[in-house]
């Protein structure tokens, strides 16, 4: 078990796409290791998840996990969930602005449009299928993580690039709007 280096906005592997891992690969150590590792990084970051590719193996793995974040301390918790070889599918067209944040773009935040509800079809760390319908918030955290894995990080898909901002800006213009929003989403798709 490691705390590992986390990749920076500008290394290249933030930007290529992850490989797929066999159904028989699950089991080896070089993937459990891994999966063991992005987990004590995210924990040890305060992140609501975390990319394999964000330390450095282009993997096409996530976990994510929400357990009263003080990075974002209004967002719904999250119970420990591991996503390998994620397939996400939007439900219905409904979007929210979603204002995020990211371990490999330090200090600094934007708003990003999300979908309200998506479906996810991805195997667990036992190789066990996972099929779930997610929604609110907690549908915008998992998008975020699957971006990642296709190279993709929220400033590309920030359309007000006016809503760019530091945390510190974060906290003292925007935060408590956000909360009410949050609590707007939260109400109607109950996460
Ligand atoms: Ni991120």
């Known amino acids: 078990m490691a705390i590992r280096e986390i990749a920076l906005i500008g290394e290249p592997v933030l930007r290529e796409q992850t490989r797929e891992i066999s159904s028989e690969e699950i089991a080896s150590s ?12 995210m924990h040890h970051a305060n992140g609501a998840g975390i990319a394999a590719n964000q330390i450095f193996s282009p993997l096409r793995i996530c976990v994510i996990e929400v357990s009263d974040n003080p990075r974002y301390p209004y967002k719904p918790n999250i119970p420990l969930t591991i996503l390998i070889n994620p397939q996400i599918t939007p439900v219905g067209t409904e979007m929210f602005e979603n204002y995020e944040g990211c371990l490999s773009v330090p200090n600094l935040r934007g708003k ?3 979908y309200c509800q998506i479906e996810i079809k991805a195997l667990d760390r036992n190789g066990q299928p ?3 319908t997610i929604c609110g918030i907690t549908a915008g955290t998992f998008q975020h993580e699957i971006d990642h894995l ?3 990080l929220f400033v590309d898909r920030v359309k007000n690039t006016a809503s760019l901002c530091t945390w510190d ?3 003292k213009y925007h935060e408590k709007q956000v909360e009410k929003e949050v609590k707007t989403i939260v109400e109607k798709w109950g996460a």
């Open 130 to 132: 996972i099929e779930e």
């Open 30 to 41: 070089e993937i459990q290791e891994t999966i063991t590792d992005m987990i004590e990084t």
């Open 112 to 114: 990003v449009e999300r």
């Open 150 to 152: 296709d190279g993709k």
């Open 169 to 171: 800006a974060f906290k």
